[in-house]
């Protein structure tokens, strides 16, 4: 089976009209990853004050 070729692009642009994209600059995708990134700092802390209160 033969693959066709792939051009997959990290961030879209808004001018660029490629449908192969992972994520969009929109106000979507900010949030989302905001909340991402507040959830494993959350996590992250968590675990180190856990670590420390055990010790």
Do not use: P, R, Y
């Not at 949030?31 to 055990?54: D, E, K, R």
């Amino acid at each position: 089976m033969k693959q066709g070729e792939e051009n997959t692009e990290f961030v879209k642009e808004s001018e660029n009209e490629t449908s192969k994209f992972i994520f969009q600059k929109n106000n979507k995708t900010k949030v989302g990853a905001a909340v991402i990134i507040i959830f494993l700092v959350l996590i992250t802390l968590g675990i180190v004050l856990s670590g420390v209160s055990f010790n």
